[in-house]
Structure formats: structure tokens, C-alpha cells
């Protein structure tokens, strides 16, 4: 499977190697690397810097490091979770402004919106329906801190609907890290939730006619007008 690391960068080569057979799946997630003596003699490296090789992969979340008599190097399933951290800590740091998630969202999220409604299936529109009537018990209840979990969900879920794993990762990335500006700026309350409802009970109804292009506006005037409202209490 590898074959001896070009001396000239050597770990960068055994980094590379091990990342394109976990891509071309001839590692597949699950599976274990071959011992570390044996991975050296492969490699025709030092240990030092086959461990060091091993750890990138890890933090790069490809492998997993087990030790003990039964551990080694255990192929992960390759998820988005990672990136998500990496967005958190950027929006946590303040790299990440409310004006750069509002540029980003209301061009990206109304053509996310626009191809979720051309390839919405009924199960689909279902799915959302039974979110959004979550929401209104949480409206009716006055559950604020859950109704922004689920309006994180309906936002992901039109990622889902998308059958774009690239818009599923974007709109999850997003909306898993986006709500701490409304606890800042824009706390939840009745009048604030009730219109966020207003606005989602509508894109569900042109989700139902198949009006693509009014559920794309309605979403980018949602998160324009609720960006703008945020903007006022920064």
C-alpha cells in the first residue's frame, strides 16, 4: 500500500500517502494502519517522524490514536465536524463579524433556499412542517432558549434538502454557531419569535406550490431584516 517516503520531505510524504489511501478508500473507516515498526520499515523513516506524521492525521481528524496492547492508528469516518469547531472559534474570537455572517448568508442561504424548493421532496415539506410546529409550542409556551434549537434545525434542514453535502455543511456550520449573536443582541421574545414563524409558515406555503423563487426572497429578507435588527443593539 505505501511505499518508501521521498527523502527530500519525508513527512510530508508518509502524511500524503496515508491521506490518499483514506480518500481512494483503500483504508476505509474502521480500519487499522499497519503497526508502527511495520509503517517505518514502509516508509523507510525514522519513528520520530512517522509519529509526528500520525499525529497531523489525527488532528486533521483522520485517524484515531488508541493506545495499549490493542491500540494503534484506527481510520476515522471522515466528518464536518472539525470545520464546524473552527467556525465556532472564529465567530467566538470576533473574526467573524455580524456583517461578514449577514454578506454571507443572504447571498448564499437565498440560492441554498431557491435549490432546496426545486428538490424538496413531500417527506421533505413534512419534516419541516412537524419543526415548525415545534417552534409554535415552544412560541406558545414562551421557550425561547428552544426555539432558537429549533430554528437552528429548520435552517439546516433546508441545507438538507439541497442533496448538496457542501450546502449541508455550510448551512450546519452556520446555524450550529450563529445563535450566541441573538443571545447578545437580539434575545428572543414574543413579538421577535412570532415573526420569525410568520416567516417560516411562508416559505413552507411556496415550498408547497413549488414557487422557488418566492421561497429564496423570503429567506433573504428574513436574514436581512433580523441581521439589521441585531445591528441596531451592537
Known amino acids: 500500500m505505501f511505499k518508501k517516503a521521498k527523502q527530500n520531505r519525508v513527512f510530508q510524504d508518509v502524511v500524503e500517502q496515508i491521506q490518499d489511501a483514506i480518500f481512494n478508500g483503500k483504508l476505509k473507516p474502521g480500519s487499522k494502519l499497519p503497526p508502527e515498526r511495520t509503517l517505518k520499515d514502509m516508509f523507510d523513516t525514522s519513528r520520530g517522524t512517522l509519529r509526528e506524521a500520525l499525529r497531523v492525521l489525527e488532528q486533521k481528524g483522520l485517524i484515531d490514536i ?33 456583517k461578514h455572517l449577514a454578506e454571507f448568508r443572504i447571498i448564499i442561504e437565498g440560492n441554498i ?24 409550542t415552544c412560541y406558545k409556551n414562551s ?16 441545507g438538507i434538502m439541497t442533496r448538496n453535502p457542501v450546502f449541508q455543511f455550510v448551512q450546519k456550520s452556520i446555524h450550529d454557531n450563529i445563535h450566541q449573536y441573538y443571545e447578545e443582541y437580539l434575545p428572543m421574545n414574543k413579538k421577535r419569535t412570532l415573526e420569525n414563524l410568520t416567516d417560516f409558515g411562508k416559505i413552507i406555503a411556496a415550498l408547497k406550490t413549488d414557487d422557488a423563487k418566492t421561497a429564496s426572497s423570503i429567506i433573504m429578507d428574513h436574514v436581512k431584516r433580523f441581521n439589521d435588527k441585531m445591528q441596531e443593539h451592537e
Open 66 to 98: 488508541k493506545l495499549g496492547v490493542a491500540g494503534g492508528a484506527i481510520v476515522k469516518r471522515i466528518d464536518a465536524e472539525p470545520m464546524i469547531e473552527s467556525l465556532a472559534l472564529l465567530i467566538r474570537s470576533g473574526e467573524v463579524s455580524l
Open 113 to 136: 433556499m431557491e435549490l432546496a424548493a426545486k428538490r424538496a421532496t413531500k417527506e421533505d415539506i413534512q419534516n419541516l412542517e412537524v419543526l415548525f410546529n415545534k417552534a409554535k
Open 143 to 158: 421557550d425561547w432558549e428552544n426555539f432558537l434549537k429549533i430554528d437552528e434545525k429548520m435552517h439546516t434542514h433546508i
